[in-house]
């Protein structure tokens, strides 16, 4: 089922969100789905819970949109239950962001270029590896989300200045996209 997407003003995208238990969740393998199909709706690349109303740690992410320039991205696709960023590492990348809750809004972000991350997979095993390069990005950002935190907290004073109105305009419910969104107003 697609699911509305929260924009930018909803109090769940500036919350913390909690682990789970997969085993008490019984709708788990359908809210992965739901987020998945949510986010391919909208031509994500990644998408977390909290962007969908539901503060709790789940995440997933689509790569493979991305394999015909970069083919070692081929057939990834991946759900990421209860996952934190252990370690940052490596250079800082300077690359430009947008995001579903931002609709309109790219804005370039410095962000390091390695990450140690630990996860558990859909079928409940537990991941602890190194993750580089435009993955690294993606789960930061994503995992930004579950700390209630957002692409944009990453930008100077003066950035921010300068997209406020486009910030106050989805405070107002003015939110332009071609998929279903959840406003403020």
């Known amino acids: 089922m697609i699911l509305p997407i929260y924009t930018y003003g909803q109090p769940v995208l500036r919350k913390v969100a909690e682990d789970i238990d997969p085993v008490a969740y019984p709708e788990l393998k359908k809210l992965i789905a739901d987020m998945f199909e949510t986010m391919d709706s909208a031509d994500g690349v990644g998408l977390a819970a909290p962007q969908i109303g539901l503060p709790v740690r789940v995440v997933v992410v689509n790569l493979d949109v991305l394999s015909e320039e970069h083919p070692e991205y081929a057939g ?52 602890d590896e190194i993750v580089e390069g435009y993955l690294a990005r993606v789960m930061q950002h994503e ?18 200045q300068m997209i406020k109105g486009k910030l106050n305009a989805l405070l107002k419910g003015k939110a332009h996209c071609t998929y279903k969104v959840k406003t403020v107003k």
């Open 143 to 160: 995992f930004d989300h579950l700390e209630g935190k957002m692409f944009i907290d990453h930008l100077s004073a003066l950035r921010k």
């Open 76 to 127: 990834f696709r991946k759900a990421y239950i209860n996952p934190h960023i252990v370690d940052l590492s490596g250079d800082e990348v300077a690359m430009e962001e947008g995001c579903l809750s931002l609709p309109g809004i790219h804005e370039t972000v410095k962000r390091k270029d390695r990450i140690r991350v630990t996860y558990l997979d859909e079928e409940l095993g537990m991941h």
